[in-house]
């Protein structure tokens, strides 16, 4: 694998990592559930993404690759679901 290729492998994975920071900034801070849902949907995974596509760039093999992007669109559903789900029991209980 070349430099470049390494240097923006590693640059991916920092930029997963602070999407990651941001959105337990985002968990951490904001005042209500829907923002907080908002934040870690959101920017977890995007840095989820972004770490992913470091490493499947840094391995090198397609076939990781492809089982790392369905990793991610897994926790894509998975998430968007769950944040749904937990924003209408809290929605009933009012």
Same mark, same amino acid.
Not at 65 to 72: E, Q, R
Not at 82 to 87: D, K, V
Not at 88 to 94: A, G, I, K, T, Y
């Given at each position: 694998?070349?430099?470049? %290729?390494? +240097?923006?492998?590693?640059?991916?994975? %920092?930029?997963?990592?602070?999407?990651?920071?941001?959105?337990?900034?985002?968990?951490?801070?904001?005042?209500?559930? @829907?923002? @907080?849902? #908002?934040?870690? !949907?959101?920017?977890?995974?995007?840095?989820?993404?972004?770490?992913?596509?470091?490493?499947?760039? #840094?391995?090198?093999?397609?076939?990781?690759? %492809?089982?790392?992007? +369905? !990793?991610?669109?897994?926790?894509? +559903?998975?998430?968007? !679901?769950?944040?749904?789900?937990?924003? @209408?029991?809290?929605?009933? @209980?009012?």
């Amino acid at each position: 694998m070349s430099a470049v %290729a390494d +240097v923006v492998a590693v640059l991916l994975m %920092a930029a997963g990592c602070a999407f990651y920071l941001a959105g337990s900034l985002g968990l951490l801070r904001f005042p209500d559930l @829907r923002s @907080r849902l #908002h934040a870690l !949907t959101k920017a977890d995974n995007l840095g989820l993404g972004l770490v992913l596509a470091g490493v499947g760039m #840094h391995v090198g093999s397609p076939a990781v690759a %492809a089982k790392l992007a +369905v !990793t991610w669109l897994l926790a894509l +559903v998975a998430a968007s !679901t769950s944040s749904q789900l937990l924003a @209408r029991s809290v929605e009933q @209980r009012r």
